[in-house]
């Protein structure tokens, strides 16, 4: 991992940068009120995507917890809920400033309370509160233990959050009632972007969860080395 | 003992000690009665649409269930029958005891709620078969997802005070689809109408029990 | 996504088709949609009150354009800025646009032009037609004016390059701290064995 690292990192953000390049020199449909906002589609909606895969992920080592407890999947486990969140809390921006400028351009209006923006926003509290019972328990075995626990069960209500009941009101986002699929209104030509943003912010999460999974084992690495050198120093 | 007996027996012995001591049921009707006077107060006589009659009365529900039902795991713990019941019974009975318990208990909250709201606020319920069906699944939602929250709340330092932080947010599906339906009760409405949110207060009822009864004996057990 | 048959002369008026299913077949129905284009539809595009046609099954903007939503195109509806009912209704499925539409020509060329930009002259089908209206609306102020400007090419670019930047910094910070690191745990391991 150490040896192929800088390349995987240096291949990585060139193609999120590619990525960027692409989006703004594709021509794309020009529709009214977006015009080229619709270049977004790019960012916004990968993020979302990303969100997911970090909340699945983060599920997944939960179970892990569970199955076979160790420092190992709780690390890895909240560590992908940290990264999911960063995710989903750019998606939100992207997503606001992308109706404040479109449909609510010229009114005051931040928070259109559009019902995907807010279920959206509840998961994301829903995992804050993963993070605040975090903080609640002292014990280490039991805290991971406990945590698992919520993540599993708060991960059993995301996809009603983010994909059975947006699907059921009406709103702006595609999807929901009344508005054709994301697959119907997409340009097929913006699949060609839009395609490799996903891959490529899926890969940045990838690194950023890796980075901060390694911080997570030096700083306990740390921890155990100089309790280990005062050890030593005292004898 | 079968699993049906033993959960039935922690139903009794939690109903037996409700009754002695009528603690939590007390203050959940204090808060729900309460509550109810502070909207009363704030509304004025005004004439509300059903829809915020319906939001104001979940919304009611939901914030006593997430101050009134912490305890339910804290008292064993501080009166140390846990280990007591960890001994009788299985996890499984003793989670669905306590999930009756905590259904019981939310189901009179939600019937005082509703009926103070009709005298209070003067809320004309049309149909009252669809008002009943909601109120019962929506209160074995709620329980659904609370009775495990509270047993993990029962092991964090600050205990019960934390379930709010931890229930709010998972109960919007739940949320969405009892004032809709609770909506359509008070306008009237056919039960064809209101069968999709019924249908999701139960999804999500089955949901969160099943998780809760895998889950629960990793909370439980030590 | 090419216009194989299209008659130059057909102009293109974005008008969602009245009796399509919904969701239906997004390629066949858009070959209708330009054949079943003459002038006499427009008084049906006009219409905005027709809340009878519900799933207009290529209304491809209101997925992400809502034209019911906040339509500034609407000179006649002004309040549907401020209409929070509005914002969740994309049921009116007419488009707004077509009633002020002036209609473009049909570009044959749908070849990927990487180097057109903002291109006025080429449509897609995906396209509704704002380059030759005025897109009014409430005056915004100074700097939103001016993010605002290039058909918000700018508000696009600084948000994304922003949030670019600030991950690339964040990226190689923590990678700096990573290496501090690594050489602290290493230097206190091999110390500590040295004074055995």
């Known amino acids: 991992m150490n040896r192929s690292y800088p390349y995987l990192r240096t291949a990585i953000l060139m193609w999120v940068t590619a990525v960027i390049v692409g989006a703004f020199l594709l021509r794309i449909p020009k529709m009214s009120i977006l015009e080229h906002t619709a270049r977004n589609l790019y960012f916004h909606v990968p993020m979302w995507f990303t969100m997911m895969a970090g909340m699945a992920l983060s599920a997944f080592h939960a179970v892990g917890v569970l199955a076979r407890p160790g420092r190992e999947h709780d690390l890895r486990s909240a560590t992908a809920a940290q990264t999911a969140m960063l995710f989903g809390v750019l998606g939100m921006v992207t997503g606001i400033v992308w109706a404040r400028v479109t449909w609510y351009q010229g009114t005051d209006i931040w928070w259109n309370f559009d019902p995907r923006q807010t279920f959206a926003a509840m998961s994301l509290l829903v995992y804050a509160a993963y993070f605040v019972l975090r903080s609640q328990i002292d014990d280490i075995e039991q805290r991971a233990r406990i945590c698992a626990v919520y993540n599993v069960f708060a991960f059993t209500t995301v996809p009603f959050l983010l994909y059975i009941l947006p699907r059921q009101v009406t709103s702006l986002h595609p999807g929901a009632e009344g508005n054709p699929a994301f697959s119907d209104i997409t340009d097929p030509r913006m699949r060609l972007v839009f395609y490799p943003a996903v891959i490529g912010f899926i890969a940045l999460f990838w690194l950023l969860y890796n980075q901060r999974v390694r911080l997570g084992r030096l700083l306990a690495a740390a921890d155990r080395t100089s309790s280990e050198h005062d050890r030593s120093l005292a004898s | 003992m079968s699993v049906v007996r033993e959960a039935l027996v922690v139903l009794s012995k939690d109903l037996r000690l409700e009754w002695r001591t009528r603690a939590a049921i007390s203050a959940l009707i204090l808060f729900v009665l309460s509550t109810v006077f502070l909207i009363v107060y704030s509304v004025a006589g005004e004439d509300l649409q059903p829809r915020t009659d319906a939001a104001m009365l979940w919304v009611v529900v939901v914030f006593s269930a997430a101050i009134g039902m912490g305890r339910s795991f804290v008292t064993e713990e501080e009166q140390q029958t846990a280990t007591l019941l960890r001994l009788h019974a299985s996890p499984g009975a003793v989670y669905t005891g306590k999930l009756l318990f905590n259904f019981l208990l939310l189901v009179t909250v939600s019937v005082l709620a509703v009926a103070s709201f009709v005298f209070l606020l003067n809320v004309d319920v049309a149909s009252g078969g669809l008002m ?74 089955g949901v969160t029990i099943a998780a809760s009864l895998l889950l629960f004996d990793q909370v439980w057990n030590d | 996504m090419t216009m194989a048959s299209s008659n130059p002369d057909v102009r293109i008026v974005w008008h969602p088709v009245v009796d399509a299913e919904p969701g239906g077949d997004a390629s066949a129905t858009q070959g209708a949609a330009v054949a079943g284009n003459p002038p006499a539809n427009q008084a049906a595009t006009i219409d905005q009150a027709a809340t009878i046609d519900q799933a207009a099954a290529i209304d491809q903007d209101a997925a992400i354009d809502p034209n019911a939503a906040i339509d500034h195109d609407a000179a006649i509806d002004q309040d549907a800025a401020i209409d929070p009912n509005a914002v969740i209704d994309p049921n009116a499925a007419i488009d707004q646009n077509a009633a002020i539409d002036q209609a473009a020509a049909i570009d044959q060329d749908a070849a990927i032009d990487p180097n057109a930009v903002r291109d006025s002259t080429a449509v897609t089908p995906y396209d509704s037609v704002w380059a030759q209206t005025g897109v009014p609306g409430q005056q915004s102020t100074g700097i939103e004016r001016q993010l605002l400007k290039e058909d918000k090419l700018y508000t696009v670019l600084a948000v994304v390059l922003i949030i670019w930047f600030g991950i690339v910094l964040f990226i190689l910070r923590t990678d700096r701290k990573l290496q501090r690191l690594e050489r602290r745990v290493d230097n206190r391991s091999t110390s500590s064995s040295r004074d055995d």
């Open chain 2, 132 to 205: 009943i069906a909601t109120v019962v699944l929506g209160a074995l939602a709620l329980a659904g997802a609370t009775t495990l929250l509270s047993a993990i709340v029962s092991k964090t330092r600050a205990g019960a005070a934390v379930l709010p932080i931890l229930l709010l947010p998972l109960l919007l599906p739940l949320l969405g689809a009892a004032v809709l339906a609770t909506t359509a009760a008070i306008d009237g409405s056919a039960w064809s109408e209101a069968s999709d949110h019924l249908v999701t207060l139960a999804a999500f009822a």
